[in-house]
């Protein structure tokens, strides 16, 4: 499998404090796993075109010039990505936008809320070192999950500089579907 653990975009990410600190969390959230369901784990979607198409059709999303094929969708002036890949699809969030911000969520609430959706951790969380933008390493989180459709899923997310580098959510989508949770062998579809 694939894992992208680089940062895909910089985009601005402003979050008004219009909604208070949980409702801008509980929106952000929901909206990040809400464009991740509809897009990365949808079943009709085959192959990265097919998700390229559907995302050019949606007005909600735009193309960023300057990074191609990421596309963008802004919500309470939260920007969040989906990256349409060969293998699958990553959703991607900068969890803040100045280092004196507090983060949209943090990991356990993240966690909390793919397992209340019916993602199955796979193994251990792990703490890993990564570089980010600026070139200076940061710790993040990789955590393993098998979606409620037994997709396999990568959570990729920092613990440092949460201003700089990009909370991912890869979905291996399109290279094996699905996997089967007792053996956790993968189950090709032709």
Do not use: W
């Not at 601005?12 to 909206?31: I, N, P, Q, R, Y």
């Amino acid at each position: 499998m694939k894992i992208i653990t680089i940062p895909l975009m910089a985009a601005l990410v402003l979050l008004t404090a219009c909604g208070g600190d949980k409702e801008a969390k509980t929106s952000s959230l929901e909206t990040f796993l809400s464009i991740h369901d509809k897009y990365c784990e949808a079943p009709e979607y085959k192959s990265s075109i097919d998700l390229v198409n559907a995302l050019h059709k949606d007005p909600q999303f735009k193309t960023i010039k300057s990074h191609e094929g990421i596309f963008e969708h802004v919500a309470s002036n939260v920007s969040f990505a989906i990256t349409p890949e060969e293998e699958g699809c990553t959703t991607d969030l900068k969890l803040k936008n100045k280092p004196a911000e507090r983060s949209y969520f943090d990991f356990d609430e993240f966690n909390l809320a793919l397992q209340e959706k019916g993602y199955r951790p796979r193994g251990e969380k792990r703490i890993i070192q990564e570089i980010g933008m600026n070139n200076k390493e940061l710790r993040v989180i990789e955590q393993k999950y098998l979606s409620p459709n037994n997709v396999e899923s990568v959570l990729v997310f920092p613990i440092e500089q949460q201003d700089q580098y990009y909370m991912t959510f890869f979905a291996e989508t399109f290279n094996y579907r699905r996997v089967n949770f007792e053996t956790g062998s993968k189950i090709f579809e032709i």
